[in-house]
Nanobody
């Protein structure tokens, strides 16, 4: 029903910025809530940000609020994550995720996932 492909990861110095992109191939019409979730080595998956289908409402995890911004372009089937003031703790694999319905602030609330893009923040 939905395929997600992330891009934009890489190595960035602490304090720098990076923008991740997620291209969605949607085969089934729906009201797709989108999210970014990350997984750092040795840690559990962490909810980062979510956005409703309309784009009017966004949600952020406490660790990134004020530094990261999620946005979407439904005409292009794209979702973005602008990351500013990056810290070493932001190093992780970042996944784009989706579900047909309500945006939630838990990683388990999404049933479609991309393969992830790696972000490394150098100290």
């Amino acid at each position: 029903q939905l395929q997600l492909v992330e891009s934009g990861g890489g190595v960035v110095p602490a304090g720098g910025s990076l923008e991740l992109s997620c291209a969605a191939s949607i085969r089934t019409r729906g009201s797709w809530a989108m999210a970014w979730i990350r997984e750092a080595p040795g840690k559990e998956r962490e909810f980062i940000a979510a956005i409703t289908w309309s784009g009017f409402t966004t949600y952020y995890g406490a660790s990134v609020k004020g530094r990261f911004t999620i946005s979407r372009d439904n005409e292009k089937n794209m979702v973005y994550l602008q990351m500013n003031s990056l810290k070493a703790d932001d190093t992780a694999v970042y996944y784009c995720a989706a579900q047909d319905g309500t945006a939630t602030m838990t990683a388990g609330g999404y049933n479609y996932w991309g393969k992830g893009t790696r972000v490394t923040v150098s100290a």
